[in-house]
């Protein structure tokens, strides 16, 4: 569910111990990366590259078209009842962008102030969905209301910004729907936003750093998207997102750097062959990356979760860079 930068093909077939289970291919190499992850968070997208989903979903996206706001002033008058527009910004915490599917925070402020999350892009989900809500019977979003979501951002976010990839995952996706009443009234528009992992925060704990204007995002992109790639720096020595491991800047040293995901084939809905499996596999996969001699790759696997419930087949690879 994420752009691709495929590579070379990788033809190991991973078998589960469940016998019920179909095997399951690597069909590529990519440095990709659908956001930043641990567990996925509430979009669907990864979070951190597996940590803060690392959430992000599956998924990436990315900021927009022009500078923080179409005339450079005030967001827009959006408010929580009110229909969004592209070019809004917004203040936030990635706490807070994570609990709610629809948008309970401030109404949009002047992208000349502090801001932590711009939407991109207000898209439209055209697939028809006869419910009167988006929730489904446990009060969370229904999953084929989150994937559709998802896939009309990231639509947006190819059309936008074709040539960003998962590799620029301090970039954090992430998107809102209309509230249970305006869907109810019949909205079906998808707000998409864009926000930026703060470097030096932790893994466990992710902040948000302040935006700069859309069009010095872009052009930094452009220039040096390693501005925005995933490291991490692990003083306690616990591997990629440990307890105490906290968001780096691949520019400088760093302990950790996300160098490649490894995506499986198989369809939806197969059966989790399972964490040891995975790893096991992963480790001599990763291993083939052209890596500086004398360094340890270390693999991350998708959760049991997050293959079920995000069909998450990405086994991510990270170096360490000591």
């Known amino acids: 569910m994420s752009l691709s930068r495929a590579s070379d093909r990788l033809s190991l077939a991973v078998h589960s111990a469940d016998r019920a289970a179909a095997s399951v291919g690597f069909v590529e190499a990519s440095t990709r ?73 401030h109404a949009a402020v002047s992208c000349a102030t502090a801001h932590q999350s711009y939407t991109y892009a207000v898209a ?22 989150d994937k559709a979501a998802y896939a009309a951002c990231h639509t947006q976010q190819s059309r936008i910004l074709p040539g960003i990839t998962e590799k620029e995952a301090l970039l954090y996706p992430t998107y809102y729907l209309p509230s249970t009443t305006q869907w109810g009234d019949g909205a079906r528009w ?38 925005f790639a995933l490291c991490e720096d692990d003083p306690a020595n616990n591997g990629p997102d440990g307890a105490q491991t906290t968001y780096a800047d691949c520019t400088g040293p760093a302990d950790w750097t996300f160098i490649a995901a490894l995506t499986m084939a198989g369809t939806d809905g197969a059966p989790y062959p399972g964490l040891t499996q995975l790893k096991t596999v992963g480790a001599t996969q990763c291993a083939t990356l052209k890596t500086p001699a004398g360094h340890e790759v270390f693999v991350e696997p998708p959760t049991q979760a997050d293959w079920t419930k995000y069909d998450d087949r990405e086994l ?7």
Request: with cysteine; hydrophobic share 35%; proline share 3%.
């Open 190 to 227: 998808v707000r998409c936003d864009i926000s930026e992992v703060k470097v030096g925060s932790t893994i466990a704990a992710p902040k948000l750093a302040n935006l700069a204007g859309f069009a010095e995002l872009k052009s930094t992109l452009s220039a040096d998207p390693k501005r």
């Open 124 to 145: 439209t989900i055209s697939r028809k969905f006869s419910y009167s809500s988006w929730l489904d019977s446990s009060g969370g979003v229904r999953q084929d209301v």
């Open 316 to 322: 991510d690879c990270w170096l360490n860079n000591n």
């Open 33 to 105: 990366r659908d956001d930043i992850r641990v567990t996925r968070d509430r979009t669907g997208w990864p979070a951190t590259r597996r940590a803060v989903a690392v959430a992000a979903a599956m998924v990436v996206v990315a900021l927009l078209s022009s500078g923080c706001s179409a005339a450079g002033g005030n967001g827009g008058a959006s408010t929580r009842q009110g229909a969004p527009k592209a070019g809004d910004c917004w203040t936030t915490t990635f706490a807070a962008s994570q609990k709610t599917e629809d948008w309970e925070g």
